[in-house]
């Protein structure tokens, strides 16, 4: 089992290379530049910006640069589009952001997924089963894009129950101010605020419920119908033993691999999400710097990313051993 | 924290101090207009895309300005009509040739930190925004004011002292400039121009634009800047004119989404929302009077005809650009496509620039009917009509109001004129490639003035102009605008040169921008007639409601 572990995470690094050089092929291809817009400056102003930012090297030059940058010092760069900040900066703001939402999407996903694709499986065929495979179809049907406006009508503009963006601090601030909703002073320091993060989680985590809880009660159907429950069941153990003890472990196993990258995409953000709940989270730098050319940023983001994917089908693999007896490293 | 705390206390020790308040039924009362003050003088604004810099040598958008603005003060500012007002300097002097511009800076202006604002700050300012290794894309600024020397420093080719700015005394800034130019001091409301503190800046290198770092000299200092979602500002207890500042605090919100600004600002979470969707003025004028304001914007949009060689026959001739921009219904696409408080263009030149008067265009003053029977002629005697039709591709980047306006001139061509017409939009920065590079037939344009002269704008007609992506060649128009640099008054010049520009349709002028926003019944004094949109939080204040 190490030694598998340290296999994948050796292999890990070659893959990062291969990816580091394709966005450098991809980024150099696309035509255009981070710098001049629409009334490009005077050549000797470009002159300078380009000489700041190593762009007048060749490009092996600067590719071989920003990775020893990246390896020895961890520095992925300045930002081009926003001259006061380096990537890391850019990172470090809107990471945490992303982090928080993603994982409570993620939770929330998993919990409410999982609940209702069992329920529809071992009920199948019934009210219960219906209802939550409607559930599951419009959830899915229905885009984020549309849905976060769709909640901040109703729940700011109607309902003025919930801010309709911003982040101030997030989930966990220093102390709530009179008047917050849904914020809880922690008797031993510090204050739990969940009012701006209610909008970004319900967004964020609908698809990806509506995806865990059709894959849960395809699979937990099959695994009802399989041997070794109908043994169970003719031992005559109780339903609540049968399912918890030995149908929802094998029943995960698709799941969870479904959860991997899924989790990767919920924690690095949305860009449907950060620009409608204004956030400020990493999610809208996606897009925002392959726009603006900003190739630190892009190159930041995409490590970032094919770093925690990496990471996280590693732990999804481990999680398999785990579950399933039959698999071995 | 406690720095904020503390700044608070010592403005309200302040206001008390110097009773600059009035004080009736528990409101303040505004000095001029007598308004009585909401108790809190606090707003909240939002902004689309997050500041690519505030560091005034680097600012290079519009909203970011703006805060620049409020952090920092120039030699001269501005008033609510765009007039400009004494700043950190009380007044200056010209030389007779107009060539040499002495201002005299007061002596009560500080920075937040407390040292005195100083003519070697201003000095540094503008060397560090011209100094090769700061690297600013707005060090081009410089050259348009014409500063002894700008382009030879910027280029690394002169020393920093070579700029034509100097500091006799403390208290005097020198200008030296290479042509007379009326508007210059206007020029120096801009945050190119603006002050530095050299200590800071050394101190803290890149990151001394944070707000644990940065000192500066306006209204304002920065508070709090979350990048990708708030900037804050609050009052500068050290502003020379702290105590007829009203305004204690500002917050600029990031909003990517207009509509969702939009939203915000209806559920009362904003004050201001700077970038309303152009298409929405209509309907929000109806639904909220008084609060949708539709601005004149000193922009132009425009359509480039490839000239060069790489561009196709038909447009090298003049009757065929000159039917496209005949057949082109201007009022339709201001009235019923954007329907935002735009206006037909005949001219590049925006028509609220300071002493313009359109020169007379004949085209202007026809009716569409007559246009178009014109249009008509014009291509038959070019030799296309319905057996030979022409075929045009527009190129526009992407957006859904250039399509829309794509669409209706394609139509208007197709049908005045029997034009087949493709439309192409390609993303941001592989259009200005391809506009760049003369990889096109039609391609959508737009300008912005700099400053509030028509020269901002007929400047761009000029066959060196590096924005002439159309690529012709006038010598008239060239020799005219050389003739401007020195004339007395430049104004009949202009004029000739947007009339050439007009009669040879080198390009196809389409309509002047005007600006939508949304702006809260109790924010007063909001700029409406400040054609470059600037303002400034210090002349603003929150009435109280009734």
């Given amino acids: 089992m190490y030694s598998f572990i340290a296999k994948r995470l050796a292999i890990a690094v070659p893959t990062l290379l291969i990816l580091i050089i394709f966005s450098f092929i991809l980024m150099f291809a696309a035509p255009g530049g981070p710098f001049g817009g629409e009334r490009p400056p005077p050549a000797a102003v470009l002159a300078n910006i380009e000489a700041r930012y190593g762009l007048d090297q060749p490009y092996i030059v600067q590719m071989f640069s920003y990775v020893k940058n990246v390896v020895f010092h961890f520095d992925f760069g300045p930002s081009f589009q926003y001259r006061d900040r380096t990537v890391n900066d850019v990172i470090a703001q809107g990471f945490p952001v992303t982090l928080t939402y993603g994982a409570w999407s993620a939770l929330v996903a998993v919990v409410v997924g999982v609940s209702l694709g069992v329920a529809a499986a071992i009920r199948q065929n019934t009210w219960l089963d219906y209802l939550a495979v409607g559930i599951t179809i419009g959830a899915q049907a229905l885009p984020n894009f549309v849905m976060a406006p769709m909640l901040v009508l109703l729940f700011t503009l109607g309902l003025g129950w919930l801010p309709g963006g911003g982040w101030s601090g997030g989930l966990l601030i220093d102390a709530c101010d009179a008047g917050d909703r849904l914020c809880f002073n922690n008797p031993f320091g510090g204050a739990v605020r969940f009012d701006y993060l209610i909008l970004p989680v319900i967004a964020l985590s609908t698809s990806y419920m509506a995806s865990i809880a059709r894959i849960t009660r395809s699979s937990m159907l099959e695994v009802m119908n399989s041997n070794f429950i109908r043994t169970a069941m003719a031992k005559g153990l109780p339903m609540r033993r049968v399912i918890f003890r030995h149908a929802l472990k094998p029943a995960l196993l698709p799941v969870i691999s479904y959860l991997g990258p899924a989790v990767v995409g919920m924690i690095t953000g949305s860009v449907v999400v950060d620009v409608a709940f204004s956030t400020g989270g990493i999610g809208q730098f996606f897009v925002n710097s392959a726009f603006s050319r900003d190739y630190a940023v892009i190159m930041g983001i995409t490590i970032l990313v094919g770093a925690l994917t990496i990471l996280f089908n590693l732990l999804v693999d481990v999680l398999y051993a785990w579950i399933d007896p039959k698999i071995r490293y | 924290m406690t720095f904020k705390t503390k700044l608070l206390a010592s403005t309200a020790a302040l206001l008390i101090a110097t009773g600059g308040a009035v004080l009736a039924d528990g409101h303040a009362t505004h000095p001029d207009t007598g308004v009585a003050l909401a108790s809190d003088q606090s707003f909240t604004y939002s902004v689309l895309d997050d500041f690519p810099s505030i560091d005034p040598a680097l600012v290079e958008d519009v909203e970011g300005a703006s805060v620049a603005r409020d952090l920092f003060e120039g030699l001269m500012t501005e008033d609510a009509t765009g007039t400009v007002q004494p700043g950190v300097a009380t007044g200056f002097e010209v030389s007779e040739d107009g060539l040499t511009y002495t201002f005299t800076l007061r002596e009560n202006a500080k920075w937040s930190n407390g040292d005195p604002v100083v003519a070697g700050d201003f000095v540094y300012g503008l060397q560090r925004a011209a100094n090769p290794e ?413």
């Fill in chain 2, 134 to 546: 700061t690297a600013s894309e707005y060090a081009w600024y410089l050259e348009v004011m014409g500063v002894e020397n700008a382009a030879a420093v910027t280029a690394g080719e002169m020393p920093l002292d070579a700029l034509g700015i100097s500091a006799p005394d403390d208290f005097t800034v020198v200008y030296k400039i290479d042509a007379p130019r009326p508007y210059f001091p206007q020029m120096t409301t801009f945050p190119t121009t603006f002050p530095q503190h050299r200590a800071t800046i050394e101190a803290h290198g890149d990151e001394w634009t944070r707000a644990e770092n940065m000192v500066s000299n306006g209204a304002y200092v920065l508070s709090d800047y979350v990048p990708a979602e708030k900037l804050v500002r609050s009052r500068n207890a050290m502003y020379w004119d702290n105590d007829n500042t009203i305004i204690e605090e500002i917050t600029a919100l990031i909003i990517n989404d207009s509509n969702q600004a939009l939203t915000r600002y209806l559920a009362g979470e904003i004050d201001v929302v700077m970038d309303v969707p152009a298409g929405q003025f209509p309907r929000l004028n109806t639904e909220y009077p008084g609060e949708a304001l539709s601005l004149p914007s000193s922009c132009t949009y425009y359509y480039q005809f490839n000239q060069s060689d790489s561009g196709p026959e038909a447009l090298k001739d003049v009757r065929v650009r000159q039917a496209l921009s005949l057949a082109v219904n201007r009022d339709i696409i201001t009235d019923n496509v954007l329907a935002g408080g735009q206006r037909p263009s005949w001219t590049l030149t925006h028509w609220a620039i300071a002493g313009w008067e359109q020169p007379e265009i004949a085209a202007a003053s026809m009716t569409q009917d007559e246009r178009n029977a014109m249009a008509v002629e014009l291509m038959a005697e070019a030799g296309y009509g319905d057996d030979n039709p022409l075929t045009v591709e527009i190129v526009y980047n992407t957006s859904d109001s250039h399509q829309s306006v794509a669409v209706a001139v394609g139509q208007m061509w197709k049908q005045t004129l029997g034009v087949d017409v493709t439309l192409a939009n390609q993303e941001w920065a592989t259009f200005l490639d391809t506009r760049g590079e003369q990889n096109y037939e039609v391609a959508r344009s737009g300008w912005c003035a700099d400053y509030n002269e028509p020269s901002t704008y007929t400047d761009l007609l000029t066959s060196g102009s590096a924005y002439n992506d159309g690529k012709y060649i006038d010598a008239d128009i060239d020799a005219l605008a050389q003739e401007a640099k020195f004339a007395e008054d430049a104004m009949p010049l202009y004029r000739e040169m947007e009339q050439i520009a007009s009669d040879n349709a080198y390009f196809l002028p389409i309509y002047h921008y005007a600006s939508v926003r949304m702006i809260a019944p109790d924010m007063e004094n909001w700029p409406t007639e400040n054609l470059l949109q600037n303002w400034y939080s210090k002349d603003l204040y929150i009435s109280a409601s009734e």
